[in-house]
Nanobody, 114 residues
């Protein structure tokens, strides 16, 4: 299983970014796909997930600002992040459970400055 995130960067507070995670080596259409993030000194926290039926779940701190979606043809999951805040600054990771274990991408840095 291989997960590769892209789309991170630096943005002013109130701005937007769209993250992508391209997945390979798994039954993507049947997989629950997750976004996590980790800020320096903090534990990794769940940001959003989407299941095979397009059902979604969001962390409280990002609800109504972030949107997760998936493209089963391109084997890609997206995270649209709007109204970004400095506290959203973190490394964002793509995650899935497959073949009996967790899989993580290398992460992409998101920095929000005020």
């Amino acid at each position: 299983v291989n997960l590769v995130e892209s789309g991170g960067g630096s943005v002013q507070a109130g701005g937007s970014l769209r993250l992508s995670c391209e997945a390979s080596g798994l039954d993507f259409e049947s997989s629950v796909m997750n976004w996590f993030r980790q800020a320096p000194g903090n534990q990794r926290e769940m940001v959003a997930l989407i299941d095979k039926d397009q059902q979604t779940l969001y962390g409280e701190s990002v609800k109504d600002r972030f949107t997760i979606s998936r493209d089963n043809v391109r084997h890609t999951v997206f995270l649209q992040m709007n109204d970004l805040k400095p506290e959203d600054t973190a490394v964002y990771y793509c995650n899935t459970w497959s073949q009996g274990r967790d899989h993580w991408g290398p992460g992409t840095q998101v920095t929000v400055f005020s």
